[in-house]
């Protein structure tokens, strides 16, 4: 493209010049050359407006090139950033990895947590459950023991009893009498005082 912007640039400059020869043949010739003279200043104008066209051109590209190589930053730019966003990610997925695996972990630790607490709670019913029923055998065995304290009572109370009943009879005195005083069903007052002095079991 500059290449072609060179070469309009001096086809115009030929022109120009062309043109400016040829005003001046015409300025020679006089009134025969002034037809020739018009058409000379025609030419002469396009060339000019062929340079003028020619440095718009050569603008646009230099600017084009400009643009072109600001493109060309910008991609370069661009490939750099998108190098670090795939490093980046790179870098996150191995981040996520990392905490998916120590999620994992974490489950599995909660799980045998609960594991355990399920296991404790079992035990904890187990237990109490064994505590009732060790209280209630503590319970059945506080009452035997006083069904048997007062079979016990009852027992001394049936055997002392009887020594009462079964008090020997005191074996009287002989007297001058010749015959014994007989023994009345009624017990003596003697017979009384006697038996009170037995105590029992």
């Known amino acids: ?15 120009n010049l062309l043109a400016l020869n040829a005003a001046v043949e015409a300025a020679r010739a006089g009134d025969a050359g002034k037809g020739f003279a018009v058409v000379t200043e025609e030419v002469r104008n396009l060339a000019q407006r062929s340079a003028e066209a ?18 060309v930053q ?8 998108l190098e670090e966003i795939n490093s980046v990610s790179g870098q996150v997925n ?6 998916a695996k120590t ?7 909660i799980q045998e947590l609960n594991d355990k607490v399920i296991s404790t709670d079992q035990d904890i019913q187990a237990n109490t459950a064994s505590a009732e029923q060790s209280a209630t055998a503590a319970q059945e065995l506080a009452s035997q023991a006083v069904e048997l304290k007062r079979i016990l ?15 020997p ?9 010749p015959k014994p005083v007989p023994q009345s069903t009624a017990p ?3 017979q009384i005082r006697h038996s009170e002095n037995w105590a029992p079991w």
């Open 1 to 15: 493209m500059d290449r072609m912007s060179k070469t309009i640039d001096e086809i115009a400059f030929q022109t």
């Open 54 to 71: 020619a440095r718009n051109t050569t603008e646009l590209i230099e600017e084009s090139t400009r643009n072109t190589q600001t493109g």
């Open 74 to 81: 910008v991609n370069a730019e661009v490939a750099t950033y």
């Open 94 to 99: 191995t981040l996520i990895k990392s905490v």
């Open 103 to 109: 999620v994992n972990g974490q489950v599995k630790v």
């Open 153 to 167: 009572g009852t027992g001394q109370t049936r055997a002392s009893a009887p020594a009462v009943r079964r008090a």
């Open 169 to 177: 009879k005191p074996v009287a005195r002989k007297k001058t009498a």
């Open 188 to 190: 003596s007052s003697c």
